[in-house]
C-alpha cells in the first residue's frame, strides 16, 4: 500500500443463529433438507400469518452484546425492511433499525508485532434470513424457502480498521466469539457467518472519511482481506490518476480474484423501513440479562489465561490452543488422560495443526479422538514406547484409526526397558565394534553417537534410549578406568 | 322469518325438539340463493353446513356440545378458512384457497358455530362502501340502490337479510360499525389485541380488529367471549382475563356518558342528529348522567389515518406478487415486470392510490414529515381518549355522518368516501373498542347509527350500556 494512504474500513458480519427452530414460527433451521421442506404459513409468507419471536433469538444476541462488551438497551423493536425479491415471501425482512438490541461495544484484535487494537462495535441486531433462489435449472429460476426465517444476528462495526489485515483479524475474532459462545458455526464457506465490508482510502493524517465502496459477496476469510487489498489499492490508483471515488456496490469475484460493480439498479433501493407493527417491543430486564451472563461460557481470552496458569503452557501455546474452541476442546480432552501438559501442547499444535490444516478439516473432523492421543503420550511418559516409535505409531493411527496400545501389541513396538537386556546388547555392540571403541578411548567422544545408533538399529528403535545411555556411558567409561589402571 | 330472537332462544328450540338445526341451515341457503342479488357472499359452505348441522344437532340432543351450537356465521373473506376460498375480494387471490385456519374462525368451529360461507366486502378491506369489491357491489338490503357499507358490507348485509345468524367483519377504521350503521344491525369492534389476528389477511396491522355482527346485543357478547384472549400466535393479542361479557350484561354499576362536540359538527346529517339527540334525552330521562368532553384532536384523525394505514397497507401487500402464489400476470418478459403487471392487473383501483400513498409516506426524505409526525398525532389523540376517559366509561356519537347513500355517489371523489368514516377511525387509531347500535331510520326508510366507544378493555361497560339502550330506550 502507498505510504501517502490510509484505508478506512468497516465490516458487516452477519451470523446465522444456531437455533433448532426459526426466527418467527416453529420451522426446523435444520440445513441440508429437501427444498421447501422447512416451512409452514407463517415462513411462506401465507396471507394473514403473524410472527412471533423466537426466545432464544434474543438470548444468542445478547450474549455476542456482553462479550463484545456492549450496551444491552432495555427496550429495542422490530423493523421491516421492504423491498421485493422471490426469495422474500413477505416482500419485506424483519429486522431492527432505530432500536437495536445491542450498541457500543469493542473488541480486541491481535496484530503481527504482538501489538493489539481496540476495534468498536456499533450495534448487532436481530433479523431474519431470504430463501435461496438457485438458477441452473435451464430458463427457469427455483425458489427454496427453507432458509427464510433463518435468525440472523448483524454485528456493525465501527470504520476502526486500517489494513485488510486488520479486517481479517476482526472476523477472526468474531468468529471465535460466536464459536465460543456456540451460537454460530462460524463458517463462512457454507454461508453461516457473511461479511460485506466498506473500505474508503484518504491522505495519512486527514480527518475526513474518503466515499466508501461497499463490498460484498466474500465467500471466505481470504476472500474477504483479498478483496479488499484489492480495492484499496484501485481506490489509491484512482484518486493518484486524478480520479475521484463514487460510491458503489461491489461485488468479490473469488474466480478472477477483482470485484465488479453491481448493476446500479440493484443498489438503488430505498427500504422504506418503519417499525413491525406485529411485534412488541423487546424488553430486556436485569434479571434476565444477569440470568444470560451468568451462564455465559468462557470467553477466549479468559481460556488463555486459565489454560497458560493452569497447566503451566507458553503464552504462545495457550494463544495458538485457544484461537478455535474445538482445539482448545481437544486439548483438555487429551489432558483428562494424560498429565503431561505440554506434551500434548506439543503434538496438537505440530503434528495435529499441519494435518487439519493441510486437509482443511476440522478438529472435530480428526480421526485420532483426543482420548488416544492422551494414551499415545502415557505411552512415552512411562517407558513403553520410545518418542520416535511414537512418531511411527501416530500416522497409523490417523489412516487405520486404531488405539495406539494397539498399533504396538500388533507390531510389537514395546520398548525394551530391560536393563539386563539393553546391557547385553550394548556389550555385544561395543565387542563388535572394538576399532571405534578404540578411538573413543584415544578421546573421539562424539564416537558414542555411533554406538548408540548401532544400538538402536540393533533393537529397531525399540530400545530405551534414557537406559541405552546409562548403560553405554557406564561400559565406555569402565573400560577408560580400565586402561588407565 | 325465523322462530327466534337471539341465540339462546334459538338453542332452547332445538335442545327442546322445536326447531330443526338442518332446517334451520337448509333456510339460511334458500335464502343466501334468493337474495343472491345482495351478492354478500363470496363463497357458501352448503354442503359442509348441513353436514356440520346433523351432527350439532345431535350433540345439543346428547349435551355434549359447544357453547356455540348451532350458531350459523358468516365469516368476511379476509378470514382464513383451511382448504377455503380466500380472496379478500380481489382477483389477485381470485383462485386461492388458504392453507390454515385464523384462529378467530377456529375458535368458533371449536364451539360448535356453523361457517356457512364467506362473505364479499372491499377489496383487502379498503374501503367505505363495499364498491371496490374485484366481484361486484354488496347490495343494502334496505334499498338495493343503495350501499351496505364497508369495508365488511357483506357481513353486515348478510346478518341483515337474514341470511345467517351473525357474522364476522374486520374494522381497521370503522370497517364493522360503519355498515353495521347503514343496514341497521350491531357491530362490535373490539379493543387491539382483544381477539387473535392470526388468519387475518393483514391491511393495516396496528389497526385491524375482528368482530361480530348480529341482531342483538346478548349474541355480540356471546361471541366476543369465545373471540377473545390471548394467542400465542399473535404477538399483539392479550392475556388479559375475558369478562363473562353475556352473563353480566344487565346495567348494575354507574355508567356516566360523554358527548364531545368534536363529533356533533357540520357536516351531520340533520336526521341522523335527529335521532341521536332523542336518545340521549331518553337517557337523561332515565337519569343516565350525561357529561360534555372535549376530544381537541378529532380533526386530525382523518388524515393520521390514511397515512399510518396506508403505510402498514403498502408493506403488507407485497407479498401478493405473482411469484409463488395468487395472480400472475400472463404477459411478463422479466422479474420487475412480472411484478409490475401482476400488481398492476390483480389490485384493484383502491388498493393501488392506497399502496402508492403508504409507499410515498415512508420515503426516504418523506418519512419524518407524514410517518413519524402521525405516529406522534396518535399518541395525541390516544391522550384525548385517556383524558376523556377518566370521567366518562363511554362516549357516544354519531356512527357515520350520513345513512347509506347511492350506489357510485362517491366513487369519483375518495375524499368524501373517506369522510363516511369521520366518527369511526378514531377507535382505531386509539385502540380501544366501539360499538354501533341502530336507532331507528329516516325518513327514507334507511337505518341510522349511533356509536358508543370505550376505553381499553372495557367492552363490559360498552355492552351493558348498549344492552340497557336496546332494552330501555329503543
Known amino acids: 500500500m502507498n505510504d501517502k494512504y490510509e484505508a478506512v474500513i468497516g465490516l458487516e458480519v452477519h451470523a446465522q443463529l444456531l437455533t433448532e427452530s426459526k426466527a418467527f414460527c416453529g420451522c426446523s433451521t435444520k440445513f441440508g433438507n429437501a427444498p421447501n421442506s422447512n416451512v409452514c404459513p407463517i415462513c411462506l409468507g401465507h396471507p394473514g400469518v403473524l410472527p412471533v419471536l423466537n426466545k432464544k433469538v434474543i438470548e444468542y444476541t445478547i450474549k455476542m452484546g456482553l462479550a463484545t462488551n456492549c450496551t444491552i438497551n432495555q427496550r429495542s423493536t422490530f423493523a421491516r425492511k421492504n423491498y421485493f425479491y422471490p426469495d422474500l415471501p413477505k416482500g419485506y425482512q424483519i429486522s431492527q433499525y432505530e432500536e437495536p438490541i445491542c450498541e457500543q461495544g469493542h473488541i480486541i484484535i491481535s496484530l503481527s508485532g504482538s501489538s493489539e487494537k481496540k476495534v468498536g462495535i456499533t450495534r448487532i441486531h436481530m433479523e431474519e434470513d431470504a430463501g435461496k433462489l438457485i438458477h441452473d435449472h435451464g430458463f427457469e429460476t427455483l425458489v427454496d424457502v427453507n432458509r427464510c426465517g433463518v435468525p440472523l444476528m448483524e454485528i456493525v462495526s465501527e470504520p476502526d480498521m486500517r489494513s485488510a489485515e486488520e479486517a481479517y483479524q476482526y472476523l477472526t475474532k468474531i468468529k471465535q466469539l460466536v464459536q465460543y459462545l456456540e451460537i454460530c458455526d462460524g463458517n463462512m464457506e457454507e454461508g453461516s457467518l457473511r461479511c460485506d465490508a466498506n473500505v474508503s482510502v484518504r491522505l495519512k493524517g486527514a480527518k475526513e472519511f474518503g466515499t466508501k465502496r461497499e463490498i460484498k459477496n466474500m465467500n471466505s476469510f481470504r476472500n474477504v482481506e483479498r478483496a479488499i487489498k484489492f480495492e484499496i489499492n484501485r481506490q489509491i490508483e484512482i484518486i493518484e490518476d486524478g480520479g475521484t471515488i463514487t460510491q458503489q456496490t461491489l461485488l468479490w469475484d473469488a474466480d478472477l480474484n477483482e470485484v465488479f460493480p453491481m448493476r446500479s439498479k440493484e443498489e438503488a433501493h430505498d427500504y422504506k423501513y418503519f417499525p413491525e407493527p406485529d411485534l412488541l417491543p423487546v424488553i430486556v430486564d436485569e434479571k434476565w440479562k444477569s440470568e444470560i451472563e451468568k451462564y455465559l461460557p468462557e470467553l477466549p481470552e479468559n481460556r488463555k489465561e486459565r489454560m497458560a496458569v493452569t497447566y503451566n503452557l507458553p503464552k504462545y501455546d495457550a494463544e495458538l490452543l485457544t484461537q478455535s474452541k474445538p482445539i482448545a476442546d481437544y486439548y483438555e480432552k487429551v489432558i483428562s488422560v494424560t498429565n503431561d501438559y505440554k506434551s500434548a501442547s506439543n503434538w496438537i499444535m505440530t503434528d495435529i495443526l499441519k494435518i487439519i490444516n493441510e486437509e482443511k478439516i476440522d478438529i472435530r473432523d480428526f480421526p485420532v479422538a483426543a482420548e488416544d492421543l492422551g494414551e499415545l503420550i502415557n505411552l512415552i511418559s512411562d517407558g513403553t514406547i520410545s518418542g520416535k516409535i511414537a512418531k511411527e505409531i501416530f500416522p497409523a493411527m490417523v489412516i487405520e484409526k486404531k488405539k495406539p496400545s494397539a498399533i504396538v501389541k500388533e507390531k510389537n513396538l514395546l520398548q525394551i526397558s530391560d536393563a539386563g537386556e539393553i546391557e547385553k546388547i550394548v556389550n555385544q555392540t561395543l565387542e563388535k565394534n572394538s576399532s571405534e571403541v578404540q578411538m573413543y578411548l584415544g578421546g573421539k567422544e562424539k564416537v558414542f553417537g555411533f554406538f548408540v545408533g548401532q544400538i538402536m538399529k540393533e533393537t529397531k528403535g525399540k530400545a530405551n534410549p534414557k537406559l541405552v545411555n546409562e548403560l553405554l556411558s557406564e561400559k565406555l567409561e569402565a573400560l577408560k578406568n580400565k586402561i588407565i589402571k | ?474
Open chain 2, 1 to 474: 322469518m325465523l322462530p327466534y330472537k337471539n341465540y339462546s332462544e334459538k338453542f332452547l328450540l332445538i335442545k327442546e325438539g322445536k326447531l330443526s338445526l338442518v332446517e334451520n341451515v337448509k333456510f339460511f341457503l334458500s335464502e343466501i340463493e334468493k337474495k343472491k342479488n345482495l351478492n354478500a357472499f363470496n363463497s357458501v359452505f352448503s354442503d359442509d353446513a348441513l353436514i356440520d348441522a346433523k351432527r350439532i344437532e345431535e350433540k345439543i340432543k346428547t349435551g355434549e356440545h359447544g357453547k356455540l351450537a348451532g350458531l350459523v356465521i358468516a365469516v368476511k373473506d379476509v378470514l382464513s378458512i383451511k382448504d377455503k376460498p380466500t380472496t379478500c375480494s380481489s382477483k389477485i387471490l381470485k383462485d386461492f384457497n388458504a392453507i390454515y385456519t385464523a384462529t378467530a374462525v377456529q375458535r368458533l368451529i371449536d364451539e360448535d358455530a356453523i361457517i356457512i360461507g364467506k362473505t364479499n366486502c372491499d377489496e383487502f378491506a379498503m374501503g367505505s362502501s363495499n364498491e371496490n369489491s374485484a366481484f361486484g357491489n354488496v347490495l343494502n338490503p334496505t334499498d338495493i340502490t343503495r350501499v351496505p357499507g364497508g369495508s365488511s358490507g357483506g357481513s353486515a348485509a348478510a346478518v341483515a337479510a337474514q341470511l345467517c345468524d351473525v357474522s364476522l367483519g374486520t374494522d381497521t377504521g370503522g370497517s364493522i360499525r360503519q355498515p353495521a350503521s347503514f343496514c341497521g344491525v350491531y357491530g362490535l369492534k373490539p379493543t387491539y389485541g382483544r381477539i387473535s389476528r392470526f388468519g387475518l389477511t393483514a391491511f393495516a396491522s396496528s389497526f385491524d380488529t375482528i368482530g361480530p355482527f348480529a341482531t342483538n346485543v346478548e349474541d355480540l357478547a356471546l361471541v366476543l367471549e369465545i373471540l377473545s384472549g390471548k394467542d400465542e400466535l399473535d404477538s399483539t393479542s392479550t392475556d388479559k382475563v375475558v369478562p363473562k361479557f353475556s352473563k353480566n350484561l344487565t346495567l348494575d354499576n354507574k355508567i356516566r356518558i360523554g358527548i364531545a362536540k368534536e363529533y356533533f359538527g357540520k357536516g351531520i346529517s340533520p336526521e341522523v342528529k335527529d335521532s341521536i339527540d332523542s336518545i340521549i334525552e331518553k337517557l337523561k330521562e332515565n337519569n343516565i348522567e350525561i357529561v360534555e368532553i372535549s376530544l381537541p384532536h378529532t380533526e386530525y384523525t382523518i388524515a393520521t389515518y390514511y397515512i399510518l394505514t396506508t403505510a402498514e397497507a403498502s408493506s403488507n401487500l407485497a407479498r401478493y406478487d405473482g411469484a409463488r402464489y395468487g395472480y400472475r400476470a400472463a404477459q411478463n418478459s422479466n422479474l420487475p415486470d412480472m411484478y409490475k403487471q401482476s400488481r398492476s392487473e390483480g389490485f384493484g383501483k383502491e388498493v393501488k392510490r392506497r399502496i402508492m400513498l403508504g409507499t410515498y409516506v415512508l420515503s426516504a426524505g418523506y418519512y419524518d414529515a407524514y410517518y413519524r409526525k402521525a405516529q406522534k398525532v396518535r399518541r395525541l389523540i390516544k391522550n384525548d381518549f385517556d383524558n376523556a376517559f377518566k370521567n366518562v366509561e363511554v362516549i357516544l356519537t354519531p356512527t357515520s355522518p350520513f345513512t347509506a347513500f347511492k350506489i357510485g355517489e362517491k366513487t369519483s371523489d375518495p375524499i368524501e368516501m373517506y369522510l363516511s368514516d369521520i366518527f369511526t377511525t378514531s377507535a382505531n387509531l386509539a385502540g380501544i373498542p366501539g360499538i354501533n347500535i341502530p336507532t331507528g331510520k329516516n325518513s327514507e326508510g334507511l337505518p341510522i347509527g349511533m356509536q358508543l366507544l370505550a376505553n381499553q378493555f372495557n367492552e363490559m361497560d360498552l355492552l351493558k350500556m348498549s344492552y340497557f339502550i336496546e332494552n330501555k330506550i329503543l
